[in-house]
């Protein structure tokens, strides 16, 4: 080989490895089959929609410190910081602290959190995705950014009033998967039930708040922020029956539905900061699953935001 040859065949070689000593300091990128936890880690947090919740966009904020306004069934509820800043973020928790947090949903100080974060659904994950996840945050800059109060109202104010609510309503994973599922419907499973927690959205509440089972994903007149969200079951009148696999993969890739239409809100985040960076098959295995569940007839304005009940009545259908 001659030395331009070689020259040639090494500079791209260097080239990389002063792209990755410059971005040393960059939070790892999202790749599900590598070696590394952290880039392992960084895929979890788009499927499970993290940085969501944990980022106040709207108000320039830094990412994963917290800060976003999120309006819930008990109140508005501030996301808190989730950098590795040791003071005002999570820096200081061990692993077990944080898989406490996803599967308990408890502090390390043995606080019980509200169901806004959605551990209800995060306790089914597992605990290898939660440990990656753990390795990726660990990662992330470290912001300084103290927690803001919550604006509940009494009595979800207290955070006592959770104790009954979970003993009625939470069930501690992790998931028993249904042995009868085929491969590609059990992954679908694990990425909506599990990580996606799309049922958070997509199914109705009783009048304490909790998901209505019988319900699963069949749409809700009071979505976050009063607005509604479409049912997603397999019906063809009221939800996706009418729907191709190939159609709900295009729609989370890109948030354009059959019809042409873009989608906005709540949905697009989930679909911009998460569900679009899922490798195909993922997207396959959603559709898969989504396809398979029983259909439930429920037609829900698809159009606007319907009126809210008034606060502190909780009318039969949140
Ligand atoms: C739907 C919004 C939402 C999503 C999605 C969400 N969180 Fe949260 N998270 C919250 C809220 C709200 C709280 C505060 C709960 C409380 O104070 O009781 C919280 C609390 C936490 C805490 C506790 C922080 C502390 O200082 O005690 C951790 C850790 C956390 N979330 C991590 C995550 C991770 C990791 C994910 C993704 C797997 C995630 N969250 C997804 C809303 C969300
Ligand atoms: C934070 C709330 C939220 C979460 C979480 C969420 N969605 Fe949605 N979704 C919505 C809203 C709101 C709409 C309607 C948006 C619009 O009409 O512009 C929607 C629309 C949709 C639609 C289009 C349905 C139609 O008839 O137009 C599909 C499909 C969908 N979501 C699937 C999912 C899946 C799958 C997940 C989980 C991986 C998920 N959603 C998670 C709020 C959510």
């Excluded at 390795?135 to 919550?150: F, I, M, W």
């Amino acid at each position: 080989m001659t030395r331009l040859g070689a020259l040639l065949t090494r500079l791209p070689l260097a080239l990389l490895a002063s792209a990755m000593l410059a971005g040393a300091a960059a939070a790892a990128e999202a790749d599900p089959a590598s070696e590394d936890p952290a880039a392992r880690g960084a895929y979890i947090l788009h499927a499970a929609g993290c940085a969501t919740c944990h980022t106040d966009v709207a108000n320039g904020g830094a990412f994963l410190a917290g800060g976003r306004m999120l309006s819930s069934p008990w109140g508005a509820i501030v996301a808190p910081n989730i950098t590795p800043d040791a003071e005002t973020g999570i820096g200081g928790w061990s692993d077990e602290d944080f898989v406490r947090a996803l599967s308990e949903g408890r502090s390390p100080a043995g606080r019980t959190y509200y169901p806004a974060f959605p551990y209800t659904a995060y306790t089914h994950m597992r605990r290898e995705d939660m440990l990656d996840l753990k390795a990726y945050l660990d990662t992330v800059e470290p912001v300084r950014a103290p927690n803001r109060p919550h604006a509940l109202r009494f009595p979800f104010s207290v955070r006592l009033f959770l104790h009954p609510w979970r003993w009625l309503f939470f069930e501690r994973g992790p998931d028993r998967p249904d042995p009868g599922a085929d491969e590609r419907v059990a992954r679908g499973r694990y990425l909506v039930e599990a990580l996606g927690h799309c049922a958070e959205c997509h199914t109705p509440r009783n009048m304490l708040g909790a998901t209505k089972r019988a319900r699963h994903m069949a749409g809700s007149r009071y979505g976050p922020g009063g607005l509604s969200v479409p049912n997603i079951t397999p019906d063809v009148e009221t939800g996706i029956g009418a729907w191709s696999e190939l159609d709900l993969v295009f729609f989370l890739r890109t948030g354009f539905t059959p019809a042409g239409d873009d989608v906005q809100g709540e949905m697009r985040e989930a679909i911009d900061d998460g569900l679009r960076h899922l490798t195909q098959a993922d997207l396959e295995a959603i559709a898969a699953y989504l396809k398979s569940l029983p259909a439930i007839r429920n037609r829900v304005s698809s159009t606007g935001a319907a009126a809210a009940p008034a606060a502190g009545s909780f009318g039969g259908d949140w």
